[in-house]
């Protein structure tokens, strides 16, 4: 997963540009990653998810790469938005597991 | 999301209380999960509960102690808190598929 630190990765991105916010998983038999979105106070909101036989995904403004060769997932969020504001979490899991891994969030900040 | 509630929203104790933070839904579900989060880091799992009868260990369960009441009701316990034992807990749920879907969250204050 990520790396695990006190202090979040950060992107800063101009409204209205596209966002990439980028993910490294460990576990070489993961076959199922998810993207959640934590706004400020909530908790954590399902935004997207893949399975290991696909290498894209794409839903409402956002799409989900994957690619396994690296071990590298990415979310892609199109025309940013203030609404967008939130820390991104990544999250994998594989079929023998009964729990899913989440990575430390990178803090994803909107400049007007 | 409204289908998972916790109570309470934020609670402040004394080291050495007994504390219990709840968690209901109304989304049908059998899996049941509670989970930490500290600042700067990403959840961690405490304990999990595929059905009524059935209670797992996550990966930071020492010093916690959970009950599920019913298919829609997960507790869980704090039996004598702990200043490290400061943090937001999150319960969540998921049905057949592997999506969890996350309460509100409750913030803990132990001092």
């Known amino acids: 997963g990520e790396s695990v630190g006190l202090h979040l990765p950060t992107l800063s991105v101009q409204e209205g540009d596209n966002s990439i916010i980028n993910c490294a998983y460990s576990?070489?038999?993961?076959?199922?990653f998810i993207w959640y979105k934590q706004e400020s106070g909530k908790g954590p909101q399902f935004i997207i998810d893949?399975?290991?036989?696909?290498d894209k995904r794409q839903g409402q403004r956002v799409t989900v790469l994957l690619n396994k060769t690296v071990k590298h997932l990415s979310l892609q969020i199109a025309a940013t938005q203030p609404g967008d504001s939130a820390v991104y979490f990544c999250?994998?899991?594989?079929?023998?597991?009964?729990?899913?891994?989440f990575g430390s969030g990178t803090r994803l900040s909107i400049r007007p | 999301d409204a289908d998972v509630t916790q109570t309470p929203r934020n609670r402040i104790t004394k080291t050495g209380k007994r504390i219990m933070l709840e968690c209901s839904q109304t989304?049908?579900?059998?899996?049941m999960y509670w989970y930490r989060q500290d600042p700067g880091l990403g959840l961690r799992l405490i304990y999990y509960?595929?059905?009524?009868?059935?209670?797992n260990k996550g990966e930071i369960s020492d010093g916690y102690s959970v009950s599920r009441q019913a298919q829609a009701k997960f507790s869980l316990s704090l039996e004598s808190a702990i200043p490290n034992q400061t943090a937001l807990y999150f319960c969540?749920?998921?049905?057949?598929?592997?999506?969890?879907?996350f309460g509100p969250g409750t913030r803990l204050t132990v001092l």
């Open positions: 893949i399975r290991s036989n696909m």
């Open positions: 969540a749920t998921s049905g057949q598929g592997d999506t969890q879907y």
């Open positions: 509960s595929f059905d009524v009868k059935d209670i």
């Open positions: 576990n070489s038999a993961s076959d199922y």
């Open positions: 989304k049908g579900h059998d899996r």
């Open positions: 999250a994998e899991k594989d079929s023998s597991a009964s729990k899913i891994i």
